[in-house]
């Protein structure tokens, strides 16, 4: 019996079926171990020694493993054939060594490239050794993520609070995003217009004609900016007689485009379908897999992360046959059509994406996959059958016509593409950032030199130049891979990170850096500007790729950048967070303080008028604060948001609602920390302006000025208790929308309305608080009741906590994930929760917790130590907390 390690169980279960009896086919399900995030998992005092830890998931697979290798007559490896896949093999092999479980079987390393039949009967024959250059390579690449992460990022707790993480290539995505926000708002707009003329040829075709030249000068595109310099054209072309001075037709052929990489299917995949990069590469890896088509599990596309072009002789066969076969002959090329990838160092797989079999068309298939998987097969397919079509022939037409006017001599330009034969085209077209397809197809009416032609009028238009577009997810993978930055089977990754940590959003598809992520790019450019150069993170990536090919030594390449690297962040162990504030103040005042319309100066405080306004940095992030504090206690949001109202409020991104007819002060809607408020005037003399925060569900654009008064007057009385006349109030707390009698605190409601609630239904609300005992505010959180946990029983509740909804069950609590309804919250979901937190299987409620160590053999005056090491097991437990901080940080760039 051989065993055979692949990482995921559908992929063992398409493999078992293709090698039968005689092999055992287990899944690792990914990588089983990986470096904890703790302090000296790399150590370059070492020489980069690294400790790694099995994944607690992976401990009783990797047990299976070991137990069927040790009856076992040999072992298989066949993992996916990149960086990774060599990666997961060598450390099962090595976990397999620690446990013994090797003897003299022999152990052996195959690849292929699609999971079908052949493609796995066939490597199978092949079988090699580990490639210990790819492991090495992996090696110095988790290393590098490692000391960046783990290094740089407690340096941006301490200096930048409200900062999460910083990663050897996420900054430097982050940067991209950056750099293109700071462009568009430095970019002065230009004003231009366009001059062209309506012409008709004596059989009367009417096209279009734009001035390119006057008086023997070129007139570019920005060069009429103006509105009386395009009078003065318009006029002259009015009076003008035109004539044909030449008719020039080229042909041309447009050439199909080459089959999809990992980076090219995630830019298209964006574009036509919609799809960010990660949920494309999980949908190509169900592909890739297998599904059952017919009752047979197959492999229907080939490995999805590669930077090849090139595809099997097989494959370009079929392509062929099926464009011969659906098209005509007319579409299939002489020869077959060769790529090659212009990546620096294409990824091991070297053989493009494409289906594992063309005879498989989309319409035969869609009925067995998912609607997205059935999008993105077919998207495949298209691309990779027009990569081998005939080329598009064109024709390109250029028309040049002199307008004749006393004293002046002016030129026109009409241009027409006209496709002769589409060639490719009939199947597939190339998308674009902006979702229109590329397309040609503008055929100019028969024309000959020395022809008078008529005017039709004359057309002049206005137009301002436009800042450069904010990158789309597709857009930046490619601006990424231009510049050499990661990998394209990491790109779904990072972007991820960005967005998961908060540091960009998507707004109508476009990457939009938010304040958190502009501090971060800000103070890594001040402070670390070498290590989020472009041309610095694409050096080091040519480095790995040249460890891959076992021309550098992994440690070498890593001696080189740790050097530098520890004394650019020893450098900053004495910078002041002032030094740090100064900086970053400077580097983003385009962002904070763009200039008024007015002309006014955009940091004069517009509460007290005398102060300045600048960066500044509190416990929850950054926020902007006026010099005169604590006499001014003006704030605002970080980014000023533009718009044409003269009211400071507006300007500073705040919405006007309206006056408090009671105080004649401003009532708006602002952006804080923790979410929207209200808030009436700006605060004179010292004093804190009041301020109501939204009930949930409340969104800022609903609220009205009677709504805004109304919150902002609470709490209120809503009337007296029956039982004791003393009075019952309605307010809204730290903890939400609450009733108040003496010192009982009772929370309302979903449905219940702060403003409307009534006096039975209050005093309804306190009685039932009462009646559950005493605890915070009063009474206890008592929750909602889901049911008792499977394994070991004890009722699990979901609550309403301070920091948001979570789920207890005896003394363990886990906190719901983001965007979870806790009204909508299951008894699965729940213990799937607390398993998570208690990491297996929790104790029964009440149970004692089993000594995690041997009872101490000490004398009993011994006993009285951990008392006086208080302290120090404080700083155990920040230093443990600091390390689940890090780990994040110490993941990939």
């Excluded at 995030?37 to 099995?54: C, H, N, T, Y």
């Excluded at 999008?375 to 307008?403: C, F, G, H, N």
């Excluded at 050096?539 to 891959?548: Q, Y």
């Excluded at 162990?573 to 385009?590: F, N, W, Y």
């Amino acid at each position: 019996m051989q065993v055979v390690i692949v990482e995921s169980p559908a992929k063992a279960k398409t493999i078992n079926k293709y090698l039968g009896p005689g092999y055992e086919v287990i899944a690792s399900y990914g990588h089983v171990r990986d470096l904890p995030a703790k302090d000296g998992s790399v150590d370059p005092e070492q020489d980069f020694r690294m400790l790694w830890d099995v994944d607690p998931k992976a401990q009783k697979r990797l047990s299976d493993i070991a137990r069927a290798v040790k009856a076992a007559d040999g072992l298989i490896l066949a993992t996916d054939p990149d960086r990774e896949g060599e990666a997961i093999s060598w450390h099962v092999l090595e976990i397999l060594k620690e446990k013994r479980a090797l003897k003299d079987q022999p152990v052996s390393r195959v690849v292929f490239n699609a999971i079908t039949k052949q493609a796995v009967t066939e490597a199978m024959q092949h079988p090699r050794i580990i490639d210990a250059a790819l492991v090495d390579a992996y090696l110095a690449r988790r290393a590098l993520d490692y000391l960046v992460g783990f290094t740089l990022s407690p340096v941006l707790w301490r200096k930048l609070p409200g900062a999460r993480s910083a990663g050897r290539v996420q900054s430097v995505a982050l940067r991209l995003v950056c750099d293109r926000e700071r462009e568009i708002e430095t970019f002065v707009r230009r004003e231009y217009w366009s001059i062209a003329a309506q012409l008709a040829t004596p059989r009367n075709d009417v096209f279009e004609a734009r001035l390119v030249g006057a008086d023997g000068r070129k007139i570019t595109r920005l060069d009429v900016g103006t509105g009386e310099e395009a009078a003065a054209f318009r006029t002259a072309l009015e009076a003008a007689d035109y004539t044909v001075r030449s008719v020039e037709a080229k042909p041309a052929r447009r050439h199909p485009y080459p089959p999809f990489t990992t980076s090219t299917l995630q830019q298209e995949a964006s574009r036509k379908l919609g799809l960010a990069p990660a949920i494309t590469m999980r949908i190509a890896q169900r592909l890739y897999e297998g599904v059952d088509v017919g009752g047979e599990t197959v492999g229907l596309i080939t490995y999805m992360r590669t930077d090849g072009v090139d595809m099997a002789p097989e494959a370009v066969a079929q392509a062929r046959s099926v464009i011969g076969r659906e098209y005509g002959d007319r579409y299939v090329p002489s020869a077959p059509r060769k790529y090659t990838a212009k990546a620096k160092n294409a990824q091991e797989a070297h053989e493009a994406v494409r289906p594992t079999d063309l005879s498989r068309r989309p319409k035969d298939v869609a009925r067995h996959l998912e609607p997205e998987q059935a999008k993105l097969y077919e998207l495949i397919w298209l691309r990779t059958v027009a990569s081998q079509m005939e080329s598009a022939e064109l024709e390109r037409t250029t028309v040049d016509i002199d307008a004749a006017v006393q004293g002046r001599a002016l030129e026109l330009r009409a241009t027409g593409t006209v496709i002769k034969f589409d060639g490719f085209l009939t199947l597939y077209r190339e998308g674009t950032d902006d979702g229109d397809e590329d397309e040609e197809n503008r055929r100019l009416p028969a024309m000959s030199a020395g022809e008078g032609l008529a005017n039709k009028g004359i057309k002049t238009d206005q137009h301002f130049t436009e800042p450069p577009p904010r990158y789309s997810e597709a857009s930046l993978v490619k601006r990424m891979e231009e510049l050499g930055i990661g990998r394209p089977s990491t790109y779904a990754s990072v972007l991820a990170v960005l967005r998961d940590r908060e540091y960009v959003k998507l707004d109508k598809r476009r990457l939009v850096p938010e304040d958190k992520g502009r501090l971060v790019t800000a103070f890594l450019e001040s402070f670390f500007d070498r290590y989020v150069e472009y041309d610095f993170t694409a050096d080091l990536e040519e480095k790995l790729d040249r460890i891959s090919n076992g021309e550098l030594q992994w440690k070498d390449v890593l001696r080189d950048f740790w050097k530098n690297f520890a004394a650019a962040v020893g450098e900053t162990k004495e910078l002041r967070v002032s030094d740090v504030i100064s900086a970053l103040d400077g580097m983003l005042t385009a962002h904070i303080f763009p200039p008024k319309e007015d002309g006014t100066d955009p940091r004069l405080c517009p509460n007290c008028g005398t102060g300045r306004l600048s960066l500044k940095v509190g416990k929850f992030g950054a926020f902007i604060g006026c010099s005169n504090y604590p006499e001014c206690k003006y704030t605002r949001p970080l980014a000023a948001q533009s718009g044409d109202s003269d009211n400071p409020a507006e300007a500073n991104g705040n919405r006007v609602l309206g006056t408090d007819p009671a105080t004649g002060l401003e009532v708006t809607v602002r952006d804080g920390r923790f979410g929207a408020y209200l808030q009436l005037g700006e605060g004179k003399d010292g004093e804190k302006p009041k301020r109501s925060s939204l009930p949930k569900g409340l969104a800022p654009a609903d609220v009205d000025l009677d709504t805004a008064l109304a919150l902002l007057a609470l709490p209120r009385e809503i009337g007296r208790h029956p039982d004791d006349g003393e009075p019952i109030l309605a307010g809204i707390g730290r903890f939400g929308p609450y009733v108040q009698h003496g010192r009982t605190y009772a929370n309302i409601e979903p449905g219940d309305d702060i403003l409307a609630i009534g006096l039975n239904r209050a005093v309804a609300l306190i009685a039932d608080k009462q009646s559950k005992g005493p605890g915070r505010r009063g009474g206890t959180n008592a929750g909602r009741e889901l049911g008792e946990f499977p394994e070991v029983g004890g009722m699990m509740t979901v609550r309403a906590g301070r920091f948001g909804p979570y789920v207890s069950h005896g003394k363990i609590n886990a906190t719901l994930p983001k965007g979870t309804d806790p009204e909508t919250l299951t008894l699965e979901q729940a213990a799937e929760l607390i398993r998570a937190k208690a990491g297996g299987t929790p104790p029964a409620p009440g149970a004692r917790k089993a000594a995690a160590k041997p009872a101490s053999t000490k004398p009993a005056a011994d006993k009285k130590a951990p008392a006086a090491r208080k302290p120090a097991a404080k700083k155990a437990a920040a230093a443990k907390a600091g390390a689940t901080k890090a780990k994040a940080a110490a993941k990939k760039g």
